[in-house]
């Protein structure tokens, strides 16, 4: 009777570990984490008033991400109108309602500040080419010698 509480013991440990990397998996997989990484580790410059061809938005429910190249304009440093791009290269506005209006959706490090929709999707829109180039590594020293 030992034996089986034992065995069920470590067979229900072993399954919580694979749950737990079989999580850590998935969100690593998650396109709005890992651009929000790079954003975070590179850093970007600044964004300035204008219509960009060239972003991704991230649409977010729970731990599900999904993202697609569009295009937005800027104003006064906010996201004021946001494009999604069509397979034929056309352009289709999003018309998602914002569940704050009052908050506008500023840019910081080259990424918008979540928009929470009414239906509790969130949004963001990240300028991909604002991320600053990659910095150089530390060259290592050599290990000493005995000449």
């Known amino acids: ?5 034992t065995l069920l013991s470590f067979i229900i440990g072993i399954s ?13 997989s ?3 984490l890992k651009w929000a990484q790079k954003f975070e580790s590179r850093g970007a410059d600044d964004v ?7 972003v991704i938005i991230t649409f977010r429910n729970g731990g599900d991400a999904e993202c697609y190249n569009g295009k937005c304009e800027v104003k006064e ?3 004021i109108s946001m494009f999604l791009k069509m397979e034929d290269g056309s ?9 704050y209006d009052k908050i506008p959706s500023t840019i910081t490090n080259g990424m918008s500040s979540t928009i929470v929709t009414k239906e509790d999707e969130l949004i963001n829109v990240l ?18 010698t005995d000449d």
């Open 1 to 5: 009777m030992k034996r089986i509480f």
């Open 48 to 54: 300035a008033d204008g219509i960009y061809t060239d």
């Open 16 to 28: 919580a570990v694979n749950a737990q990397t079989s999580k850590k998996a998935e969100d690593e």
């Open 30 to 32: 998650n396109c709005y």
């Open 91 to 99: 352009y289709e506005m999003v018309k998602k309602k914002s569940k």
């Open 127 to 144: 300028f991909i080419k604002k991320i600053r180039a990659k910095k150089a590594g530390f060259e290592k020293a050599p290990e000493p």
């Open 77 to 79: 440093g906010k996201v």
